[in-house]
Nanobody, 123 residues
C-alpha cells in the first residue's frame, strides 16, 4: 500500500513563498515518477511539475519560472517550492505517484494520490 501525505500549504500574501512537502510510504518510492498537481475551484486538476527517479523534471508552462520540484529518494520525500506567489496560484495542491516510466500530464496516468494541501494567496 502506497500512501502520500502532503503538507506545507497555508495562507500567504502575494509575493511570498511556500514549500510543499509530500511524504511517500513504501519501498518502491525511488522508482516512481512523482508529480505535483493543482486544482482551483471550478477548474480541472492540472499538472504543475513532475520529476523522474533520476531527477529529470518537466514543468507546465505557467510553472517554469516560479516553481521548483525536487525529491529526496533517501527520505521518500518530494517537494514543490513556489516563489512569488500570486492569487491565481490559489488551489488545492496534490502529490501523485506513477509507477511507469515518463512524466505525463493526465491525472489518469498516476496510480497513487495524496489528499491535497490548500494553498491560498491573498492579494
Amino acid at each position: 500500500q502506497v500512501q502520500l501525505v502532503e503538507s506545507g500549504g497555508g495562507l500567504v500574501q502575494a509575493g511570498g513563498s511556500l514549500r510543499l512537502s509530500c511524504a511517500v510510504s513504501g519501498r518502491a518510492f525511488s522508482s516512481y515518477v512523482m508529480g505535483w498537481f493543482r486544482q482551483a475551484p471550478g477548474n480541472e486538476r492540472e499538472l504543475v511539475a513532475g520529476i523522474t527517479p533520476a531527477h529529470s523534471t518537466r514543468y507546465a508552462d505557467f510553472a517554469k519560472d516560479r516553481f521548483t520540484i525536487s525529491r529526496d529518494n533517501a527520505k521518500n520525500m518530494v517537494y514543490l517550492q513556489i516563489d512569488s506567489l500570486q492569487p491565481d496560484d490559489t488551489a488545492v495542491y496534490y502529490c501523485a505517484a506513477r509507477s511507469s516510466v515518463g512524466i505525463y500530464t493526465r491525472t489518469t496516468d498516476y496510480d497513487y494520490w495524496g489528499q491535497g494541501t490548500q494553498v491560498t494567496v491573498s492579494s
